[in-house]
């Protein structure tokens, strides 16, 4: 169970980007793997499962190019949490992000899916998940907090100017947004359900379909779809809670 160690020998230099990183051409495991001031920590080019990773003042913490299974992970002080490419599958869980630029960037990625499970985006300058331009792509995220994140998820306008087989799905249920200045772009074929957003400059930007969510002191972007609850109760405490 003892963790094995990748960084510079100059512990003086605070820079990220120091050194290369790891590189994976094959199928690969990684498990209790410290990572830290690496330009790209990990590259997979083959399907790679990670468990018990912690990456730190890096450029890029995983560029993934042949599918990632993350579980367990933390990954803070990085430009990018996950860079991905077109075809490779993402499933990540228990994982926080902290304090980057963008946490997963799928950005005009398409033919991709990516899972979010009980897991943490916070402090992101740009957008915590940007799936912005993705086409035949689908997002699924549950039980996940996002706190204070420009942007929490920036959804696909894919449907807007494509054919349907173009299309891009997202799905978001039982997560927090909280403290963000936006918590969702939404834009087509998005679906927020049970989840609770509160202390947000924007809650809501153009999601098309959002049920049984609750609202508490948004500037604006709150629901009122049935089932929806804007309450002056602050309700943050038993929502994180039960994350």
Known sequence: DSWITFTTNDETNDSKAQWGGIVFNYFGALTN?????????????????????????????????????????????INTGIKRAENALIYVENTNFKNGVKGIDSRNINH???????????????????FQGAQNAILNVSNTLFRNNNYGIYGSESAYYHYSYHY??????????????????GLNNFTLQDSLLTNNNVALNDVQTHTNNVYYNNNSGEGTSTGELRTSTPYVDVFIGNL
């Open 33 to 77: 793997v410290k990572i830290d001031k690496a330009a790209t920590a990990i590259e997979n080019n083959a399907p790679l499962k990670a468990v018990n990773l912690d990456i730190t003042n890096s450029t890029t913490a995983i560029q993934d190019d042949g599918g990632l299974k993350l579980y367990n992970s933390h990954i803070e002080n």
């Open 112 to 130: 991709n899916s990516i899972t979010v499970k009980t897991s943490e985006f916070s402090d992101f300058s740009d957008r915590a998940i940007d």
């Open 168 to 185: 891009s799905y997202h799905y978001v249920y039982n997560s927090t947004f909280e403290s963000n200045n936006v918590a969702i772009v």
